[in-house]
């Protein structure tokens, strides 16, 4: 079955640690985000990549980085800059009939 | 940047009632997309419509490009139907509402 693998599901961090969420697709989309959402509120754009080696601040850029160095695989890490990082992250990919997401990983700072 | 707004906020019906959910976006946009999230957070997609009425099974929604909304309809209501509606605006990158909070009772 095609679709967006996320993993883990769960994560848990300490303070000061960095730590990479993975996000890997195999329906051929150029294009790949990474969101953020906190409890009760809509998503906000992280990053996003139109094609491989190429990527794009969102609207909440600090504390994250990300790499394109494959078609299939945008890997998001939360580095200890980011000021708050509990919350849930969701990763898409965009076709020409829309935006399928994968199923998201929760992370928790300890 | 583009704003989206999305009403109510809060909705609460007794299963097999009909409702209502709009969109409303501040600029010209390529699409429109709606998601369902349900409990567990997953995002599903129910509709990518930049102009015009889609109908799948109960749900159906119409996107107003001109004016800059996109209602989503909802008929005879499931307690399955439960969850967070977003609308998300498509400019090269998905702007997503504020969502809408469905309940249905039985």
């Known amino acids: 079955d095609g679709g967006i693998t996320q993993s883990p599901k769960y994560l848990f961090r300490k303070e000061g640690q960095n730590v990479t969420l993975s996000c890997e697709q195999n329906l051929n989309h150029d294009a790949m985000y990474w969101y953020r959402q906190d409890p009760g509120q809509g998503l906000r754009l992280i990053y996003y990549?139109?094609?491989?080696?190429?990527?794009q601040k969102g609207d909440i850029a600090e504390g994250y980085s990300v790499s394109r160095e494959k078609k299939e695989s945008f890997p998001l890490t939360v580095t200890s800059a980011q000021k708050n990082p509990t919350a849930f992250y969701l990763c898409?990919?965009?076709?020409?009939?829309?935006?399928?997401f994968g199923s998201g990983t929760r992370l928790t700072v300890v | 940047g583009i704003q989206v707004e999305q009403s109510p906020p809060d909705l609460i019906l007794q299963e097999g009632a009909n409702s209502t959910l709009r969109c409303n976006f501040s600029d010209s946009v390529n699409n429109l997309q709606w998601f369902h999230q349900n409990p567990w957070g997953q995002l599903i997609n129910l509709f990518y419509?930049?102009?015009g009425t889609k109908q799948n099974g109960r749900l159906s929604a119409t996107t107003v490009a001109t004016e800059r909304y996109s209602l989503l309809y909802i008929s005879s209501s499931q307690t399955t139907d439960s969850g967070v509606y977003f609308c998300a605006a498509d400019t090269d990158k998905l702007i997503f509402g504020t969502g809408t909070r469905l309940q249905v009772f039985p």
């Open positions: 990549s139109q094609i491989v080696n190429d990527f």
């Open positions: 419509i930049p102009s």
């Open positions: 898409a990919s965009r076709q020409i009939d829309g935006y399928t």
